[in-house]
């Protein structure tokens, strides 16, 4: 039979006594025996390191293993379920004598299901242990409670039937399986890596506290997290080895069954990760494209989130393709076929020049329609802002409209475009567009571009702050970059200071504005939305100029004209013709000058 673990320097008499524990048997109802603890502790004595057994439910002993002090290795026991225990006990000894549970234990009695986790010792002429097991019953979290029993005498040990606990145990977990299956819960872990280097963009934390946000947004119970200070992620795995080690710890302790790290990942890394944990791993761009997966309710919407969704899946493609070799196996067999990996990628590849093609037609009606609106020359502001900063909120307290707006983060993807009407019969078309965000991923901004060519479009833009948010500073300037992306960041911009009910101190309130055009209004109660549409007002007929005009009875081609663009303000019947105040686009203003008979600048 073969032993396990670390065998370095351990002579030979010392492993035939290892080996004689294969020979030995417990009774199927006891956790274990006087002379089975014995000999191990015996071995332990001699080798200064810990000795474990695994033992099966008909009492047999299935592996033996050695460690170290701190640590025993385990060999691979499976559950028959993730809802049921392996049909392994665990017993081992502690060279301190100190047979607390310690959190390794803990951890492999959690990974491993075992039905009961022991360790054994001595205090003076006793043999002592602890045993740890399941109680069947959730923890608030929704990870299976663990108990522990001792230290206590080891003939206190052997009295607890094993068949009644592990009877029990089974039971209460089959319950909870039927009452509430979680088998589809996603129990996340975020991971990311402080620069050590280069400053960031924010306080410590606050891009992890987004990651939280993003992983509840998109259905997943956050369960721990982890930071390491790092000068530049590891090539192989992102994270340091210790930290993988940490996490590793927590995934079994938490019954965690995926981890999110906070920025993108190469393949290699995520293969890497996913092989040292056990787990699926994804990245923060995964993470985003997955909630605009689950938003995108039009038709354009769903092609640009799946355009972005192949373009981060092609390089990211494996599997057993490459085992498929066009190489042939002889004569007759050969022939100029394509691996299975081949073939996806080229599946893919045609997908996105599909998918390409779909928004490129949508982008040329967006094209036609924006074409119209300047011939009609109504004007166009875009609200434009971090994620979850209140802007389609804003948008139905100004014009009156039912945008679905709620506390989540990029709850609107597919823009939104209303009529919002100022003094003066003025009318002014308001377009929401979806929040940016920190790290926004380059085939986002790519895959979205129709879409966001409303920003580059707009007239003016209304970019939406929430001034309550601690790191509003930090997110004002995500969102100027990704405007740079877009060529959009030199636009005329007023600066609206959403959610201003919740910010009371005057000192941040100038430090906001400090060096920008702006105001503070709350979306919810109202506040100041007057004074903002006097703002916009103001902005719009600063680029118009207000004249009379006196426009012949034959000429009513004219008179449609100026009714196109909205530009009538008062009209009067003269003999002469039809007598019009009208206020038109600067660029539009040539076409009526030779009807002009007094003009006056606003």
């Known amino acids: 039979m073969k032993v396990s673990g670390e065998l370095d320097n351990i002579k030979a008499y010392i492993l035939e006594q290892l080996q004689s524990l294969y020979e030995l048997s417990v009774p199927s109802s006891q956790l274990s025996t006087h002379e089975l603890n014995q000999r191990m502790l015996d071995i332990t004595m001699v080798l200064g390191r810990e000795v474990a057994v695994y033992i099966n439910r008909q009492g047999k002993v299935a592996e033996v293993s050695v460690g170290d002090i701190g640590t025993v290795e385990l060999p691979e026991f499976k559950a028959r379920s993730e809802q049921r225990l392996s049909g392994i006990r665990c017993i081992h000894t502690h060279p301190s004598g100190d047979v607390l549970l310690s959190d390794p234990d803990i951890s492999s009695l959690r990974r491993l299901r075992f039905d009961v986790m022991a360790a054994i010792g001595t205090q003076g002429k006793d043999i002592v242990g602890c045993m740890g097991f399941f109680t069947g019953e959730l923890q608030p979290d929704g990870t299976p409670e663990v108990q522990c029993f001792g230290p206590v005498k080891e003939a206190i040990l052997h009295k607890v039937s094993m068949v009644q606990l592990v009877t029990l145990i089974n039971k209460k977990l089959g319950r909870h399986t039927m009452k509430d299956t979680k088998e589809d819960e996603e129990r996340a872990i975020l991971a990311g890596i402080e620069s050590m280097g280069a400053p960031r963009a924010g306080a410590p934390g606050e891009s992890m506290e987004e990651l939280e946000r993003l992983a509840q947004t998109a259905g997943a119970t956050v369960v721990g997290k982890f930071t390491q200070r790092k000068e530049r992620p590891d090539t192989a795995f992102f994270l340091g080895k210790g930290k993988i080690e940490e996490i590793g710890m927590a995934v079994q302790n938490l019954d965690a069954n995926l981890l999110i790290l906070d920025d993108e990942l190469t393949p290699s890394q995520q293969r890497n990760l996913e092989q040292g944990l056990g787990i699926k791993v994804i990245d923060r761009t995964a993470l985003i494209l997955d909630i605009f997966a689950q938003r995108a309710r039009s038709r354009e919407g769903k092609l640009q989130v799946e355009l972005a969704q192949m373009k981060y899946h092609l390089p990211r493609l494996g599997g057993q393709g490459l085992v498929l ?187 906001l504005l400090r060096g920008r055009e702006g105001i503070f209004v709350s979306a919810r109660d109202g506040a100041n939305l007057e004074e903002l549409k006097k703002k916009i007002e103001a902005f719009f007929l600063d680029a118009q100029v207000r004249m009379k005009v006196l426009v012949p009875f034959h000429d009513g081609r004219v008179v449609t004209a100026l009714h196109d663009l909205n530009a009538i303000r008062l009209t009067e019947y003269t003999p002469e013709g039809t007598l019009m105040e009208v206020q038109i686009p600067s660029s539009r203003k040539d076409e009526f000058m030779k009807y002009r008979i007094e003009e006056q600048d606003v």
């Open 325 to 511: 070799s066009r190489l042939g196996g002889g004569i007759g067999t050969r022939g100029p076929g394509e691996t299975k990996l081949e073939v996806d990628r080229r599946r893919i590849r045609n997908k996105i020049h599909d998918i390409e093609r779909q928004i490129e037609d949508i982008r040329r009606s967006r094209k036609l329609h924006r074409s119209r609106r300047k011939e009609s020359s109504i004007p166009m502001a875009a609200l434009v802002g971090y994620t979850n900063a209140g802007k389609s909120t804003l948008l139905n307290a100004l014009t009156g409209s039912e945008v679905y707006a709620e506390d989540q983060l990029f709850a609107t993807l597919d823009p939104t475009t209303r009529k919002l009407e100022l003094s003066h019969n003025q009318e002014i078309l308001l377009t929401d567009t979806v929040g940016f965000i920190q790290k926004l991923p380059h085939m986002l901004v790519s895959a979205f571009r129709a879409t966001l060519e409303e920003v580059q479009e707009a007239d003016m833009l209304l970019h939406v702050v929430d001034c309550s948010n601690k790191e509003a500073e930090h997110q004002i300037a995500s969102v100027i970059e990704v405007l740079k992306e877009l060529k959009a960041e030199a636009k005329p911009t007023l600066y609206v200071f959403n959610k201003s009910d919740c910010l009371t101190d005057e000192k941040a309130r100038e430090q």
